[in-house]
């Protein structure tokens, strides 16, 4: 069962993002602020769900939230300042388009760092304990699908909207025959045979 907030009596984003450990495309985040009797059966760690499930549950999310945001981070970016900093700056984009402003932040994962001196926790696993960052996984992994999906017409050699731009054996076989666009992600090693770059 997951809970309904971390404090009490507080207003309490709760934030995480979507396509850290792809090869292609943005990072994408989310933070959503729920009511404090929010409830829906279906809402779990968006990675328990099937793509079905997330569809459904994502108007619902953006119709009862008190306040959402979602922002991307593209790949030049993640180039430029590695995966965690464009992780948490999507995150830190998507709380700022919050219309009400959170008292408190609660953060998936184990890094983060202060956003505008509103106070902080970080929770390992967060999707699956705490309801508003598990809605904020949602939302954020159905932008990024419905993104890549988008782009997938214009590249349909890597079947992004099949492998979202994750490392599967099948977009690196693409990688290895049609070379790379410009939206993979050049600091990471597209392919196991790459050396590993020294970031």
């Known amino acids: 069962m997951l809970k309904s907030y971390f404090l009490k009596n507080k207003i309490e984003a709760g934030t995480d993002e979507a396509g850290r450990g792809c090869l292609a495309g943005p990072v994408v985040a989310a933070a959503v602020i729920l009511p404090v009797d929010f409830k829906h059966e279906l809402l779990n760690d968006s990675k328990q769900l099937s793509e079905k499930q997330r569809e459904i549950l994502r108007p619902i999310i953006e119709k009862e939230a008190l306040a959402y945001g979602v922002a991307f981070v593209y790949q030049e970016e993640i180039d430029k300042i590695n995966v965690l900093n464009a992780s948490i700056l999507a995150m830190h984009k998507s709380i700022e388009k919050l219309i009400i402003s959170p008292e408190f932040i609660i953060v998936d994962g ?12 970080t929770i390992v696993k967060g999707d699956a304990k705490y309801l508003s960052i598990a809605a904020a996984s949602v939302l954020a992994k159905t932008y990024r699908d419905d993104y890549m999906e988008k782009i997938d017409r214009d590249f349909p050699a890597y079947n992004w909207k099949k492998n979202k731009g994750y490392p599967t054996k099948e977009h690196r076989n693409a990688i290895r025959k049609n070379g790379i666009t410009f939206h993979h992600r050049k600091t990471f090693r597209l392919l196991p045979e790459q050396l590993k770059l020294d970031l």
């Open 110 to 121: 184990n890094r983060f760092k202060n956003y505008q001196n509103i106070p902080h926790q």
